[in-house]
């Protein structure tokens, strides 16, 4: 089993910043790329930013610029460093970690639970 568990939502106001992260645990050998994805009320799920293993990253429009990905893979962790957040940014943030090879040679996807960020004055 592989679980992710997200920390560091909260309410924020325009303007101002957050740190997001994510850890991975159980039974992992390897972790191929990891992401966050966001989903406002309303709205589908979307993806916000991704980063493989080799630390190449990719953004949504809306978060190049603001958000900054990052990830240390000898502690299975991703963070999201948020700035200059929008109210429109208000969501619940979810990582996603993709083809982590677990140590019984399974390939899985798992989902944290999410975190919410509400940015409001």
């Known amino acids: 089993q592989v679980q992710l568990v997200e920390s560091g939502g909260g309410l924020v106001q325009p303007g101002g910043s957050l740190r997001l992260s994510c850890a991975a645990s159980g039974t992992i050998f390897s972790i191929n790329a990891m992401g966050w994805y966001r989903q406002a009320p309303g709205k589908e799920r979307e993806l916000v930013a991704v980063?493989?293993?080799?630390?190449?990253?990719d953004y949504a429009d809306s978060a190049k610029g603001r958000f900054t990905i990052s990830r240390d893979n000898t502690k299975n962790k991703v963070y999201l460093q948020m700035n200059s957040l929008r109210p429109e940014d208000t969501a619940v943030y979810y990582c996603?970690?993709?083809?982590?090879?677990?140590?019984?040679?399974?390939?899985?996807?798992?989902w944290g639970q999410g975190t919410l960020v509400t940015v409001s004055s």
């Open positions: 980063i493989t293993s080799v630390g190449s990253t």
């Open positions: 996603n970690a993709k083809r982590v090879l677990t140590t019984n040679s399974r390939f899985v996807e798992p």
